[in-house]
């Protein structure tokens, strides 16, 4: 478990300030389909390098445990035709190439 939390940690973290940097969220978490004990292993380990990070101009994220767990995924894609029906089209008056 060691090796994989750590490299995902670590890449989680970076990409949490990188969203941070364009839109403040106040929190960031962290769920799936993977086993509770890693799952909260990985939570403290991106606490922890994020507090190596640069946050200068940034409000830092509050790294959280989601309660979803095996459900996030399909939840997720559940959401997609709400997300199409009612939410701006990010791609609205671009021409097909």
């Known amino acids: ?3 994989w939390v750590n490299e ?3 890449q989680l ?3 949490a300030l990188s969203i941070c940097s364009v839109i403040d969220f106040e929190a960031i978490l962290i769920d ?3 086993p509770p004990a890693v799952r909260a292993r990985l939570v403290e380990r991106v606490r922890v390098y994020l507090l190596d990070q640069d946050t200068r101009g940034l409000l830092c994220p509050k790294i959280k445990t989601g309660s979803i767990g095996d ?3 399909a939840i997720g894609a559940a959401s997609a035709p709400i997300f ?3 939410f701006l089209n ?3 008056g671009l021409s097909a190439v």
């Open 13 to 15: 973290a970076k990409a």
């Open 84 to 86: 199409a029906q009612f």
């Open 71 to 73: 459900n996030a995924r």
């Open 90 to 92: 990010a791609n609205a």
């Open 32 to 34: 799936g389909a993977i």
């Open 1 to 3: 478990m060691g090796p």
């Open 8 to 10: 995902t940690a670590q």
